[in-house]
């Protein structure tokens, strides 16, 4: 089995990245592709609350919590999991974006609007996704306000792989 393609959108914080994976991932649909995505929270989150049994399971001390129903599941990673390893467990879609890691191993899909410049340098990146784009680029460009260029090419970018 062929590993699954890894893009990471990277970009300055309050730059539209959420906004753009929400509108790219159904352009990818449209090709017939499916798409896993892993999100960066340097925040903190919490998926379950006090009072819910999956809450409650966890604070008896399960590692792992799994929900399961007949619409979807959630696996609850009680412990820390670094982005390769939640990468690695996405299994049954044609690629996966990655939201932030800046400094992770996958390519870097940069979005930055005018006024303001890439998170990571352009020759780090394999694309751009602006509304603003710079003369001479390095990279390929795509435009923040239609995904579906940037869905073709990264359809491409996964049928010359295979």
């Not at 799994?66 to 999991?81: D, G, K, Q």
Request: charged share 20%.
């Amino acid at each position: 089995m062929p590993e699954i393609p890894v893009w990471s959108l990277v970009a300055l914080s309050h730059t539209g990245k959420t906004t753009f994976l929400e509108r790219l991932i159904p352009a990818l649909g449209e090709l017939g592709l499916s798409v896993g995505v892993v999100k960066h929270d340097a925040h903190g989150f919490q998926m379950d609350y006090p009072g819910k049994d999956s809450n409650r399971l966890t604070q008896a001390g399960a590692a792992v919590t799994a929900v399961v129903s007949p619409a979807r599941a959630a696996f609850l990673e009680n412990r820390p999991l670094s982005p390769e390893e939640a990468v690695g467990r996405i299994r049954g879609v044609d690629l996966i974006l990655t939201e932030g890691f800046k400094t992770g191993p996958w390519p870097k899909l940069a979005l930055c609007r005018a006024g303001s410049a890439p998170a990571v340098p352009l020759e780090r990146c394999a694309a751009l996704v602006t509304d603003a784009p710079p003369e001479d680029c390095p990279v390929p460009v795509f435009p923040i306000q239609d995904p579906m260029p940037l869905a073709r090419w990264l359809a491409r970018q996964r049928k010359e792989r295979e």
